[in-house]
């Protein structure tokens, strides 16, 4: 009995022992092709649900794998996916814990800038906050030393910055904005890794003659999305026809616009996120005809992914519903790429069910297409009004 004892706890202290000195994580940094933290392996038609785009170089560490994706602890009790083709794994173990340092409140002539010294690219998360209007960063790995917040007057829409420390290793940073309206922020390193928070500005003029507005067509090229039910046209050729009108009306009204395709062209996501962080817009607008196995299903409906983003959505919902359409709704939380940017307000149109087939009627008809357009114009007039 004593021996087997002395044997039992011989093993039980070399398998432990084992374990410590070869321990089953490592460290992986972000690459720059639009990495992207989602909370779990859920998958639906769009992919698992995000949590947040990240900066490149970023550090994580990976406890985990699966076929696809690296589960990484942001924290002590935060963990999340990456896909494994947006990292690469780097040599030699890293500090848990990082101490933050002074911070900085700031504007230039477009935006206002709140900068934070850390000494490594950590994770972040952000979530933005209505009433009050507010964007909170969680930065993982960080403890608090920071006991200077400079602020200048040169900071037009940061009303108030400050920060909590609601567990150990997460740093929560809240950002307290002048304007109801959240009109975007982009969160990156700069030199030094100065984790900084770029806060948009309201536009001095709310009006469309001083916006550069993004028209994005649904689909193009290979990517021909739905089918009608009955004359088997392609979502790509109405979206672009839709995306056109919207183009042609808003240049009537002096407005900037910018399209992500103006041509039966095939653009994946990633490349039209690319071209929208390069052209900056004021607001974004999606177009793309909806599909149901269910032919009763109709209506036209639009999509936010942020709550501070929501109020374009139902302006343009509210003036789409004029035109007699059923309504499907307006949804939140949705997980479309073109609702993934904070830099911006964006909106996703449904505008009708090409599975429909009193939709898909409408649809193929020019006077209701542009009739569509002026409803979309009009709703973003009203939100622009409300503000
Ligand atoms: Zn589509």
Redesign the pocket.
Known sequence: MKNILIVLFTFSFFNSFAQTKSPDFFYVRTNDSLPFLKYGLGEDRLGGAKMTFLDSNVVLKVVDSSKDDYKVQLSQLHSAYIQKEKVHRIIGAENNQHLTNSWSVYGDSLYDYLTIKLDERLPYTSEMEIHPTRITVDIFGAVSNTNWITQLASAKEIKNAWYEQPEDDVMRVIIELKHPQNWGYKIFYSENNKLTVMVKRQPTVLNLSHLKIAIDA??GGENI??SGITTNIK?KDYTLLIAKELSRQLIKKKANVIMTRVKDTTLSMYERLQFLDQQNPDLLISI??NSSSKDSIGGVSTYYRYIGFRPLSQAILKSMLQLRLDEFGNVGNFNFSLNGPTEYPNCLVEVAFLSNKSDEKRILDPKFRQAVATKIIAGIEIFLKNL
């Open positions: 649904g689909h999305g739905a979502e793309h005809l």
